[in-house]
């Protein structure tokens, strides 16, 4: 199998460190890229900026609390975007509040994970998540999105 070219949206240096090493360092490792809001994440989509020559992600993991560009705003126009919206975005964030929750899913979310505080379990569902992706879900492929 093939390693997952996964992009990491989060503003949060320590957080982007351990989903990079979860991924990076695990049995079933990908390829990990990061940016750090919804509007340099955008860039990076559409080969903009500073980003011409960026690999199309097959999965995006994204945080809700960022500056400039939220996750709900970067959420919308991911799935808004038709050369966009057939990659699969999985919300990985401290929010477990109910309307965060519902309007991920409203706005074609694929999947609303909630942040481990213990750095075990952080890397555990990270690798998880990693894990579901590559080994039981079928991803469309570059032409195919």
Do not use: C, W
Request: avoid cysteine.
């Amino acid at each position: 199998m093939r390693s997952l070219q996964i992009l990491v949206v989060d503003d949060d240096d320590a957080d982007a460190l351990m989903i990079s090493e979860a991924l990076e360092n695990g049995e079933t490792r990908a390829n990990v890229e990061r940016v750090v809001d919804g509007r340099e994440a955008l860039d990076y989509l559409r080969r903009e900026g500073a980003y011409p020559q960026a690999s199309r992600p097959d999965l995006i993991l994204l945080d809700l609390n960022m500056p400039r560009m939220d996750g709900r705003e970067t959420l919308a126009a991911i799935k808004s975007d038709d050369g966009l919206k057939a990659i699969p975005v999985v919300i990985l964030t401290t929010s477990g509040a109910a309307p965060d929750i519902v309007a991920s899913y409203q706005h074609r979310a694929n999947a609303y994970v909630t942040k481990p505080f213990g750095l075990d379990d952080f890397e555990s569902t990270v690798r998880q998540i990693n894990r579901f992706y590559r080994e039981v879900a079928t991803l469309p492929g570059p032409r195919q999105a």
